[in-house]
Every structure is written in structure tokens, then in C-alpha cells.
């Protein structure tokens, strides 16, 4: 790691480290070291799946079996993927009361897994599925991906509780992502291009408040050119365990579990 990087992790960790409500906001990318590749992108599913054909809610209900094809494949990557050292850097930096929550805009459930407890999972979960007849939600089993079209016990098709395009934020989530980036005073924005509306709109309110802003990703992104305060640029599966490490050791003396 050459020099500049280790400057700017340094100035991550005391950034962090002097913070009284730190938050985080993840895309994607902190998941594609675990195996999920992007969404976007010539190696993402949109490549293969068009969006107005698969990913939105107005083809999920005209045909659901078609859609499911899609989910289907999402589920098998999901199933594989176990949480990487980014994620478990960032539960412990939580554990460690140096940061109070995660927006993550990750359906695959791994900040979890990983032992984060406060998430906000602004684009819903793969790990509940709801119907689309009665509004009851079960827990995704194996078992239901060996029919076509997963339906409830009242005969209705079931849905991962995954946000389509064309349906809204859930508005608990939306609250609460919210109130946090009007709270924090610092926002470390991680794998994520910051394109995506209503979540690309986060570090834009904290920032105008004033707010310290921390972008993590393996490029520049807009965030980087005009409004980040610091930009970690590598991999975030690196980089991050490395930043944890030095907060936890340097200014909580806790020792990042490995």
C-alpha cells in the first residue's frame, strides 16, 4: 500500500475516531468481494436481465414466472456469498460505539451476518418475501425456489421484499435514513456511486448541513470531484479493515477481531 493511501486511511480512522454520530452508507460495491457481482455494468445482471423487462414491479405482476428467473439467479449468488472483511470492519467499528448505523442499499442481508445490528435497509431484503394477494411476509427457504412461482398459503404469488423499479422506499426506511443523515456528523459513503435517487440524495443532506463526508471505492466518483472532505480510493474489502484497525487499536484500544 503506497503512501498516499496509508495518509488517507490514517485521516479516515481520526475522522471516525473524533466523530459523535458517525454513519455509514453502502452500495454495492462493499459486496462484490463477497461474490455479488454489481448490478450494473457489462458483468451485471442488468446486462442480461433488462431492467424494463425483469426489474420492475408493472413486469413482475404480468409475468411473474419470467421475473422469478431473475430472482432465482440473484438468490444462488446471495446463497453463496459469505460477509467479506469490509463488512465485519464495519460491525466492529458498530460494537465499538464508533458507528451508530448503516444505510445500505444491499438487499443480501450480509451487514447482518457480518454482526451489524443497527441497518436500515433501504432497498428492502432478499431474505423475506411478501404476497402480493394477502401482505403476509414468510422467510426465504431453499425449498421455494424449486417451483417456478413461489406462492403463499392463501394461493397468492410471493415477491422478495426487494424494491422494483417503479415502487417506493419503504417508509420506515425512508424515515429513518433520513433522520440519520440529518443527525450525523459524519458520513462515510462506501461502494457506492451515489447515482442512485432517493439514496444518492443522503450524502447531498448531510453535506449542506455541514457534515464530514468519507467516500470509500475502488474509483473517483462525482462525490470524490465535488463534495467528499477525504476519498480512500482501493478496494473497500482492504481498506476498510485497515481504517477499523487503526480507530479500534490507536483511539479505542479494541482490537479488531479477524
Same mark, same amino acid.
Given at each position: ?89 464495519? =460491525? &466492529?467499528?458498530?460494537? %465499538?460505539? +464508533? #458507528?451508530?448505523?448503516?444505510?445500505? !442499499?444491499?438487499?443480501?442481508? *450480509? ?82 456511486? =451515489? &447515482?442512485?435517487?432517493? %439514496?444518492? +440524495? #443522503?450524502?447531498?443532506?448531510?453535506? !449542506?448541513?455541514?457534515?464530514? *463526508? ?45
Amino acid at each position: 500500500m503506497d503512501r498516499n493511501s496509508l495518509d488517507t486511511i490514517a485521516q479516515a480512522a481520526e475522522l471516525l475516531a473524533s466523530a459523535r454520530h458517525a454513519i455509514a452508507l453502502t452500495g454495492a460495491g462493499i459486496s462484490v468481494e463477497s461474490g455479488i457481482p454489481a448490478f450494473r455494468g457489462a458483468a451485471g445482471l442488468w446486462a442480461r436481465y433488462p431492467i424494463e423487462e425483469y426489474a420492475t414491479l408493472d413486469a413482475f405482476v404480468k409475468n411473474p414466472g419470467k421475473v422469478w428467473g431473475l430472482f432465482k439467479e440473484l438468490y444462488e449468488v446471495i446463497n453463496r456469498a459469505e460477509p467479506n472483511g469490509a463488512h465485519v470492519a464495519l =460491525a &466492529q467499528l458498530e460494537a %465499538a460505539g +464508533v #458507528l451508530k448505523s448503516i444505510i445500505t !442499499q444491499n438487499i443480501d442481508n *450480509l451487514h447482518q451476518r457480518a454482526g451489524s445490528k443497527h441497518v436500515i435497509e433501504f432497498h428492502g431484503t432478499a431474505s423475506e418475501l411478501e404476497c402480493l394477494s394477502c401482505g403476509s411476509t414468510v422467510q426465504f427457504e431453499e425449498s421455494l425456489l424449486t417451483v417456478d412461482v413461489p406462492r403463499c398459503a392463501c394461493g397468492g404469488v410471493l415477491k422478495p421484499k426487494i424494491i422494483l423499479f417503479g415502487e417506493a422506499i419503504p417508509a420506515p426506511a425512508l424515515e429513518e435514513a433520513e433522520r440519520e443523515a440529518l443527525r450525523c456528523d459524519l458520513m462515510v459513503v462506501i461502494g457506492t456511486s =451515489a &447515482q442512485v435517487v432517493p %439514496a444518492s +440524495v #443522503l450524502p447531498l443532506v448531510a453535506k !449542506q448541513r455541514g457534515v464530514r *463526508l468519507v467516500e470509500m471505492n475502488v474509483e473517483r466518483t462525482h462525490l470524490s470531484e465535488h463534495f467528499a472532505d477525504l476519498s480512500v480510493l482501493g478496494s473497500v474489502g482492504q481498506t476498510l479493515p485497515r481504517v477499523a484497525e487503526e480507530v479500534l487499536a490507536k483511539y479505542i484500544d479494541t482490537p479488531l477481531v479477524q
